[in-house]
């Protein structure tokens, strides 16, 4: 069976700090992966797709950055964090059909 | 641009009552429609998938209704238990762009 696991699983960052998560798929093949992030009292907001290794589409202009180095690890950086990063991320793969499935997520709290 | 919205925001029952969330989408142009589950500071669970062509999907006490001519679904929730206590959200994806678009979300608090 498939599982999506990320880390760490809660992150607190100063302002201006590197980020770097961590997203890897477990049991499929050239899966379609996803980063969104859910802040408070607000939506989910897709942040990036990729649809296979090196191919990385961004969603929405800001602070973060995504790779894909291998088929089923996916990343989310950013070189200074803001306190507008501040969120719940969460990674998703999906198989050609496109039913979705989340991981468990990353709190991050910028200071 | 597709938009997804839930209905009621937040909602509280007793234990044992049936009830049933609403979602509308302004594009019927969709490939299908997921409800998830969301429990407090975790991922989402995913508990029904209805492809754009069917009506209804079911898995144990929750049923899940698409009309896409409408722009609607529902899930319904029999006999309800704490336990079902959560943030439920549906979603769609855009058969024009494949990715999928959350509503706000429902929250349900079960009484006991």
């Known amino acids: 069976s498939q599982t999506i696991h990320q880390w760490p699983a809660t992150l607190v960052q100063p302002v201006g700090s590197p980020l770097s998560l961590e997203c890897t798929v477990e049991?499929?093949?050239?899966?379609?992966l996803y980063w969104y992030r859910q802040a408070a009292g607000r939506g989910l907001q897709l942040l990036f797709y990729?649809?296979?290794?090196?191919?990385i589409s961004s969603e929405v202009p800001q602070n973060l950055s995504a790779s894909r180095p291998q088929d089923r690890q996916f990343i989310l950086s950013s070189k200074k964090l803001l306190l507008s990063d501040s969120g719940f991320y969460l990674c998703?793969?999906?198989?050609?059909?496109?039913?979705?499935?989340f991981g468990p997520g990353t709190r991050l709290t910028v200071t | 641009k597709q938009e997804v919205t839930q209905i009621p925001a937040a909602l509280s029952v007793p234990e044992g009552e049936n009830l049933v969330l609403n979602c509308s989408f302004t594009?019927?142009?969709?490939?299908?429609l997921q409800w998830f589950r969301q429990d407090p500071g975790k991922g989402l669970t995913s508990l029904l998938l209805?492809?754009?062509?069917?009506r209804e999907q079911t898995s144990g006490r929750l049923n899940a209704s698409l009309d896409k001519s409408s722009g609607r679904s529902t899930l319904y929730i029999a006999a309800s238990q704490p336990g079902d206590s959560a943030t439920y959200l549906c979603?769609?994806?855009?058969?024009?762009?494949?990715?999928?678009?959350f509503g706000q979300g429902t929250t349900l608090q079960v009484k006991p």
């Open positions: 979603a769609v994806t855009s058969s024009n762009t494949g990715k999928l678009i």
């Open positions: 990729s649809v296979g290794i090196g191919q």
């Open positions: 209805i492809q754009s062509s069917q």
């Open positions: 594009d019927s142009a969709i490939y299908n």
């Open positions: 049991g499929t093949s050239n899966p379609n």
């Open positions: 998703a793969w999906s198989s050609q059909v496109y039913e979705q499935y």
